[in-house]
């Protein structure tokens, strides 16, 4: 399922993405992993979802197909072609949240994601929200999107009452 999904956002990416410019929205793509990777490094003993597939072996792999794969398109897609004027911005962010969502949907259904910890596809659809909100800050203004990605990360540890020692 997941080798599928990457394929859709490969083929997507390579045509709607705005490669010219890959250099402007590189430090966003990068900014976007590192996100990632802090999630799988700080809740290693204490996910709060897994990703599983058929095909792929485990979620480290998925994650990392994830994170050089989509994340990339993703990038280059909504950020390359983020439109002028609040209303159309609005949009943008609605679709973008939508097609995250509706895979995510699909995969809890279909049990290639699985929730823990508290975490469900409610807390996804605000967390998707968040990072579509904060994409386009951290391509403007990354020393902003750092900071509010900070308060985020203390807050979401706080709500799900993870500890240092919960974590690896």
Do not use: C
């Not at 962010?93 to 995969?107: C, D, H, P, Q, R």
């Not at 279909?110 to 968040?130: C, D, E, K, Q, V």
């Not at 909100?133 to 509010?148: C, E, F, N, S, T």
Request: aromatic share 22%.
């Amino acid at each position: 399922m997941y080798i599928f999904t990457n394929a859709l956002y490969l083929v997507a990416g390579y045509i709607w993405g705005d490669w010219r410019n890959w250099k402007k929205y590189y430090p966003t793509f990068l900014f976007f992993v590192v996100g990632d990777f802090l999630y799988n490094f700080l809740l290693y003993e204490k996910s709060m979802w897994l990703f599983h597939d058929v095909i792929l072996p485990n979620h480290t792999m998925i994650t990392l197909l994830a994170m050089t794969v989509s994340y990339a398109a993703t990038v280059l897609i909504y950020l390359g072609r983020f439109p002028q004027g609040w209303k159309k911005q609005i949009g943008w962010f609605l679709i973008w949240s939508g097609i995250y969502m509706l895979a995510e949907y699909v995969n809890s259904k279909l049990g290639f994601i699985t929730y823990h910890n508290g975490w469900n596809i409610w807390w996804s659809i605000l967390f998707t929200g968040i990072i579509f909100m904060i994409l386009p800050i951290h391509h403007k203004r990354p020393l902003l999107a750092w900071v509010i990605s900070g308060v985020i990360i203390v807050s979401l540890l706080s709500i799900f009452n993870i500890k240092i020692s919960d974590m690896k």
